[in-house]
């Protein structure tokens, strides 16, 4: 008779995970966005609109930053669509994750106005890939994004 294997419990979230837990809740006085003034002419049209208006940094009490939906922040965490929350290892990571965030939530978010859901998310701009990318962790340098010292996520530092 085979004998099933027994799960191991779980021990909960890694603690460099960056995300909100009860041991190291949000820090609800800090909110920032990605936008810049110079993401009209680097960055794809509908990119630079959930960065200015759709998607947050937050970060939590022991300062390790976050992501966040604006529009479904409000409920509960299991009613989100998924990647409404992100927390990229390096801010080298951002721009991947971003995408994650644009092709798997945006679409599937209820919240999020249909007009923003309509915008083209693939749309070419006339600069290189590379270029692209590395306006992403210039841009969030600027904003006082770092990555953390043990490599294992962002933190916020101007």
């Known amino acids: 008779e085979y004998a099933r294997?027994?799960?191991?419990?779980?021990?909960?979230?890694?603690?460099?995970s960056g995300?909100?837990?009860?041991?190291?809740?949000?820090?609800?006085?800090?909110?920032?966005?990605?936008?810049?003034?110079?993401?009209?002419?680097?960055?794809?049209?509908?990119?630079?609109?959930?960065?200015?208006?759709?998607?947050?940094?937050?970060?939590?009490?022991?300062?390790?930053?976050?992501f966040l939906c604006a529009c479904c922040k409000h409920l509960p965490r299991r009613g989100r669509a998924k990647q409404s929350v992100l927390s990229p290892k390096s801010v080298e990571g951002l721009y991947q994750a971003f995408m994650r965030f644009v092709m798997d939530h945006v679409p599937n978010c209820e919240h999020i106005p249909q007009e923003i859901k309509d915008l083209n998310p693939r749309a070419v701009q006339n600069l290189a890939a590379n270029n692209v990318k590395k306006y992403w962790v210039t841009s969030a340098n600027r904003l006082g994004l770092r990555n953390k010292e043990d490599g294992k996520g962002i933190v916020y530092r101007p």
């Not at 294997?5 to 460099?16: C, I």
């Not at 810049?36 to 960065?51: F, G, M, Q, T, W």
Request: proline share 10%.
């Open 19 to 66: 995300l909100p837990t009860a041991n190291n809740p949000m820090d609800e006085s800090f909110l920032m966005t990605l936008h810049s003034a110079e993401d009209k002419d680097l960055v794809n049209p509908a990119h630079a609109v959930i960065r200015k208006d759709i998607l947050e940094i937050r970060r939590t009490e022991s300062g390790e930053i976050f």
């Open 5 to 16: 294997p027994t799960k191991k419990p779980r021990t909960g979230r890694r603690p460099s």
